[in-house]
């Protein structure tokens, strides 16, 4: 007989990013930044709870890096918004390489080509928000172990598709 042991379980979800999802908050420039580690179907999904936090008119952007394309709109109705973002996350989590941002004179929210989700707000309502949707406030968040540059996005054409559906949707004008 051969010398047999247990073999250790291994998971290779944490070590992209922990299980939990935290947020560590920051003052740059006179904003509150809030820093949300999370995986990345749930940052995702996070963008689209949290912008229900939003007044009823919002502007967009999106930055599409996989087609170089930059699309703009203000003045959106929010629910709209929100059913567009719904839309574009399963495209979203798949793929990554596109950067969105729901935005108000007082708030943003921003969810990166890596799928890192970022809130850039005038108050700091949103640390009391993000602690009540279950996450962990830490003092920063570990870094990630790998990186894509912004050239580094290629392909993926049914995200480029569901993008430039939501634009048209939208109707978010090219920038």
């Known amino acids: 007989m051969l010398f047999r042991h247990a073999s250790p379980p291994t998971t290779i979800a944490p070590r992209f990013r922990p299980d939990s999802a935290l947020f560590a908050t920051s003052i740059e420039r006179g904003l509150n930044v809030?820093?949300?580690?999370?995986?990345?179907?749930?940052?995702?999904?996070?963008?689209?709870?949290?912008s229900e936090h939003?007044?009823?008119?919002?502007?967009?952007?999106?930055?599409c890096l996989r087609s170089q394309r930059k699309f703009v709109g203000a003045g959106l109705a929010l629910p709209e918004?929100?059913?567009?973002?719904?839309?574009?996350?399963?495209?979203?989590?798949?793929?990554g390489g596109v950067e969105l941002a729901v935005y108000t004179p007082e708030d943003q929210?921003?969810?990166?080509?890596?799928?890192?989700?970022?809130?850039?707000?005038?108050?700091?309502?949103?640390?009391f928000l993000l602690v009540g949707e279950g996450l962990e406030q830490v003092a920063s968040i570990p870094a990630r172990g790998w990186s894509v540059a912004r050239d580094e996005f290629t392909g993926a054409p049914d995200l480029v598709?569901?993008?430039?559906?939501?634009?048209?949707?939208?109707?978010?004008r090219l920038e």
């Open 161 to 172: 598709a569901a993008v430039e559906k939501t634009a048209e949707r939208l109707t978010l």
């Open 109 to 127: 929210l921003v969810l990166s080509p890596m799928l890192d989700l970022w809130i850039y707000s005038r108050s700091d309502r949103w640390a």
């Open 81 to 95: 918004v929100r059913e567009t973002i719904a839309r574009l996350k399963v495209p979203l989590v798949q793929s």
């Open 34 to 50: 809030a820093r949300i580690g999370a995986g990345m179907a749930r940052s995702v999904d996070l963008l689209h709870v949290l």
């Open 54 to 63: 939003l007044p009823p008119v919002v502007d967009c952007a999106i930055d």
